[in-house]
């Protein structure tokens, strides 16, 4: 859907926007945005990507009980919650007890 792939980018640009203008690099779950965007081709689009290494890297970086507390907004970003909620198990991963259930 091309309308998710540019609300994507619009979001990224915005995302690189906030980490030149600050010192500080924005994080999330122990991890910073842009690493996080690593992770983008794995969990946006109708069929994803299978993650890289590299985002796997970060996943294994990542407190996903915090995570999981964002998958009601993952949505407002056109993520699908499903992929974002697959991904750990993707990567090796075990997701939490908390983070399971329908999306």
Avoid at 81 to 92: D, F, I, S, V
């Amino acid at each position: 859907m091309a309308s998710t792939g540019i609300l994507v980018s619009c979001l990224m640009a915005l995302l690189v926007l906030v980490v030149v203008a600050t010192d500080k690099t924005p994080t999330i779950c122990n991890v910073g945005v842009s690493e996080l965007g690593e992770c983008l081709p794995a969990i946006t689009g109708d069929k994803p990507s299978w993650p890289t290494k590299g985002c796997c890297k970060v996943m294994h970086k990542v407190n996903l009980p915090c995570l999981c507390n964002y998958k009601d907004k993952f949505l407002q970003y056109g993520i699908s919650p499903k992929n974002a909620m697959a991904l750990p198990k993707k990567c090796g991963l075990k997701l939490p007890a908390q983070c399971r259930g329908k999306y």
